[in-house]
């Protein structure tokens, strides 16, 4: 079993900068994934950015070259770079982390707004 624990939402003008934070504990040895995901109201969850054990990153087309994911030192935090937030980018995230099962936070409230 893992935890995962998400910090770092809130509130943030078009144009600025956020980090989330996630945690895990329990058995997070064998991570091989570890990223974040969002949902938009009214839309479905969709993949933001995911760093493998390896160190390779995935991102969505619309986050490229504005975030940026890393793991800590540890390797039991992740952790999301955003900047030049736009409108469009307002939504909970949520930490995931997989081994042979697929582990979620509890998501943490990003809003872009002026």
């Known amino acids: 079993q893992v935890q995962l624990v998400e910090s770092g939402g809130g509130l943030v003008q078009p144009g600025g900068s956020l980090t989330l934070s996630c945690a895990a504990s329990g058995t997070t040895f064998s991570i091989n994934v570890m990223g974040w995901y969002r949902q938009a109201p009214g839309k479905q969850r969709e993949l933001v950015a995911v760093?493998?054990?390896?160190?390779?990153?995935n991102y969505a087309d619309s986050v490229k070259g504005r975030f940026a994911v890393f793991r800590g030192n540890t390797k039991n935090t992740v952790y999301l770079q955003m900047n030049s937030l736009k409108a469009e980018d307002t939504a909970v995230y949520y930490c995931?982390?997989?081994?042979?099962?697929?582990?979620w936070g509890q998501g943490t409230q990003v809003t872009v707004s002026s």
């Open positions: 760093i493998r054990s390896g160190g390779l990153t």
């Open positions: 995931n982390a997989v081994i042979s099962n697929s582990y």
